[in-house]
């Protein structure tokens, strides 16, 4: 966690629709695992004080040269229309690198990500690290229509199989991602799934996931005041079965907030806020209660890890909490 | 450099900044920017007897130069407080005020108590009395003399050494009514203010932003209130200690309080959007003693010329 500024190197489009903002930050860079974010400061001084969360979609290392990340983002509002304004050589004051990354898996696996509209972001520096690693990497990309699916070029080039869909048939294939997701699964010989987007779509997936016995890592994007753990503002909620013993195996993001609270140890199931700016923005699907006061998806799931595919970094051990930095 | 320390009620501190309640935990993902022994003190998160769990999300959003919030003060209660978090804080040299919140004044008493044995090495107490009375139809504790007093003067019986801030409600008709019945209850100093009420809408969709419905009100739209807040208090009880808080970011903003009569300040929603702007403020006052040839925080507070 870092407290910079990084100076602008350039600033694009994907398409009509989405900007790019390169930003030389070594030792974020450095730093960074694919589904952790930056929070942003969009302009000083103005009425809209809070940081804006953004993934990071990339990272670029030039041999020897500082690496820089780059953030994708469409512009909704305030903060990313000051940020659709920043230019080469502008500075940009930001935190990061923050939350838990996705869990990859040790041995070589199957993987599939989906990801709906902005939601792809975090997926492509996945895919990236993935494919360094050596895994099978497919990936389904979706989008209400065209201009909203996020560099469906660069996906082809990425995934094995690609599948791009969008709602209204106007690239690709007409649908949603979870029309094509089964079909996906089978023929891929699908091990594990990454998905982010829209928490409608995070939940199909999820359900479709589970009931085929697979891990679910999902990517959350809730309204976040600080991004770095204090507010308690970010919370998802999350149902975690207790089981003896549970808590040493990893890859399990859901129970980490709830064991750090020994004062429950005998409640059989227990629903927890769980912030997902530090124990998140990456879950586990199955334990994520999505309609926020119902079931989740698939309790007894909860326990379903990346099985086999033991986690080798950015994992769910326990939270920041036990890991105080060093040295204060 | 001037000298920054401070004394508070009879407590000594480093430096007049603190970080409010709510907006640092407590201290451990915030010593990442700040070395937490450089604060004037960590007010923590507002425990409660057992873990609360806190409201739905949405829980915040943006509002012009603040933001509103509706946590419903999740925390892991105070047990967990005083055999995890207490430690820590102690081992890296923080100046640590608890704050104590319930829903009932014998859950405020528990708290109390549980402090009174475990809470070897605390430096004060903050009352967070902006907490829905269960037995009063829900009314704030601090919205009545009447239960202020009760709440204040069961956690002094519980606590007879500590320093004692009960932290008021900005949503009363009368401040200095509720201040003088805290204390008179018992109270050592006062934090002033807790959050403004609010609310915002989401006209497309026709709800509230926040699961909550209401909340909140924090940061820089809220300071004149606060100001205002500290100003009255300090008039009616000027030998009060008082800890001043409300849209704090800047060393000026800052030292308005100070000039207002607080004793101490607290950097609140400010931690949000730079987690290092306690520190900022705390060189900043020192900056504005050294111009101004000011040997002592002391000599600064109250000293607004409201006459000629
Ligand atoms: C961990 C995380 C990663 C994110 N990654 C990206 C990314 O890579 N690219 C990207 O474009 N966006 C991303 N977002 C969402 C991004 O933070 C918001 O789009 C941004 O805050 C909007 O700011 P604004 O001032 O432009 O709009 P505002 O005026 O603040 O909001 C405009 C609209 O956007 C919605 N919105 C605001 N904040 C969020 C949020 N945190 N999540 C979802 N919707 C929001 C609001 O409800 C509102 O309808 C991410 C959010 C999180 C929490
Ligand atoms: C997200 C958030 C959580 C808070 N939680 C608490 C709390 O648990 N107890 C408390 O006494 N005050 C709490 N507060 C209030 C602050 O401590 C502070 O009094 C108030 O926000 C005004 O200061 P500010 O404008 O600098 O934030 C909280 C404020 C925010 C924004
Ligand atoms: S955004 Fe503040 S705790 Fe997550």
Redesign the interface.
Known sequence: ?L?TRGEVLGHKKYGEHYHSLTIVAPEVGEQVQPGQFINV?CGEGS?????RPFSVYRVHKRGGWASTIEIVFDIRGAGTEYLAHLRPHMMVDL?GPLGRGFALPKGRAHCLLVGGGIGAAPLFFLADDLRNDGHRVDVILGARSNRMLLNPIEVRRLASVARVVTEDGSTGEQGRVTDVLEETIERCETEIIYTCGPHPMLEAVTKIGVNRKLPVQVAVE??M?????????????LKVKKKAGAGKSRARGARTSVN?????ADAEDE???ARSC?EGPVFNGASVIWN??EEPVAPDQAELSPTGLAVAHGGFEDS??EH??PG? | MADLSIKLAGVELRTPVLVAS????AG??????V???QLGGIIV?STTL??W??K???????T????L?A?GI?N??I??FI?TDLP?LLK?DATVFASIAGNTVDEYIKVADKLRTGGRGITGVEINISCPNLEDHSNMFSHSPESTTAVVAGVRKALPKAALFPKLSPNVTSLTEIAGAAIEAGADGLSLINTLFGMAIDVEHRRPKL?GVTGGLS??AIRPVAVRAVWEVHNAFPHIPVIGQGGISTAEDALEFILAGASAVAVG?S??????SSLEVTKGIGEYMDRNHVASVAELVGSVKTEG
Request: charge should be positive; aromatic fraction near 8%.
């Open positions: 966690m407290l400061l009425a809209h004080i809070l940081r935190v809730e309204l005041a600080c991004g770095y753990g204090v507010c308690m503002t970010c919370v998802m909620p750090a609270d020994g004062s429950q629903v927890t806020y530090t926020g006061h920041a909490d105080p930095p204060n | 709510g907006t640092f935990g451990r993902e915030g010593s990442y920017f070395p937490v022994n998160k057992t873990p769990k806190g739905p999300t949405p829980r915040m959003c943006e012009p130069s603040g933001m919030n946590i999740q892991k209660g047990d967990h055999s820590w890296k699961a940061g820089p929603t931690n949000f959007v730079n987690p290092r």
